[in-house]
């Protein structure tokens, strides 16, 4: 189950148009790592897309809690996919919808 982010979150961008997106949740059973990645939503004329990133690791899953970072450039709405793998299996798999940077005044 993912807490963080939420489809429609909108997360603080900084001067140079960067922001780290907390990526949050539990699992609820084994796994050996969490990754996370990030896809521009169609019609989306900035940012740039992620490859897969490690936000937890086996030890980091010992509560069966996870919490880590993936950075994105602001330009558009984006697709967080997230998941868990025990070995080379994936155990869970989510999509968060619509998450986006902004510069809030």
Not at 31 to 54: F, H, I, N
Request: overall charge negative; proline content about 2%.
């Amino acid at each position: 189950m993912i807490t963080s982010p939420t489809t429609l979150q909108v997360f603080q961008r900084t001067a140079d148009d960067q922001a780290d997106v907390i990526i949050q949740g539990t699992l609820s059973g084994p796994a050996d790592t969490v990754e996370a990645k990030a896809e521009l939503v169609e019609g989306a004329t900035r940012g740039k897309q992620t490859e897969w990133v490690l936000i937890a690791d086996k030890d980091d899953l010992s509560s069966g809690t996870f919490a880590g970072e993936l950075s994105l450039q602001a330009g558009g709405w984006y697709t967080i996919t997230v998941r868990a793998q025990k070995g080379a299996q994936i155990v869970a798999k989510t999509t968060i919808d619509k998450t986006g940077l902004a510069k809030f005044l």
